[in-house]
């Protein structure tokens, strides 16, 4: 069930999928909610169509975009999204776990506290090859 308070899209609290100190040591954790439909996988500089919503652990929404496109691995997302995005293929969708490090670390953001877990809803819908 998803809320919304003053504007703000709220989830209920989520739990981690794993402890935050695996987390932490691990970087991101993936669960495939959805496989994708071949065993290709975007490579950096690639420019890959996704959809995402971002969630705190409180269920709060912190960013989203729908039938985006972002060049991969070159820094257009956060670190963990990055390397996230890079392990899947077309058409799948992942809960993607991200630890603080992996995120914005110690750098508050709009909406993002300091050293925050950030959980992401993403699904793949295009690869376009770098030229």
């Known amino acids: 069930i998803n809320a919304e308070y003053m504007g703000v899209s709220i989830k209920p609290a989520l739990s981690l999928p794993i402890p935050a100190e695996e987390l932490k040591a691990k970087g991101i954790h993936i669960e495939t909610v959805k496989p994708g439909v071949d065993d290709k996988h975007p490579n950096r500089g690639d420019?890959?169509?996704i959809t995402f919503r971002g969630y705190l652990v409180d269920g709060k929404n912190f960013g989203a975009g729908d039938a985006v496109d972002k060049v991969v691995g070159k820094g257009a997302l956060i670190k963990g999204m990055d390397e996230g995005v890079l392990q899947m293929t077309q058409g799948q969708q992942i809960h993607l776990s991200v630890a603080p490090e992996m995120g914005y670390g110690s750098r508050p953001a709009p909406f993002i506290p300091e050293n925050s877990?950030?959980?992401f809803d993403i699904t793949l819908h295009e690869i376009k090859p770098k030229s």
């Open 47 to 49: 420019t890959v169509n």
């Open 117 to 119: 877990i950030l959980l």
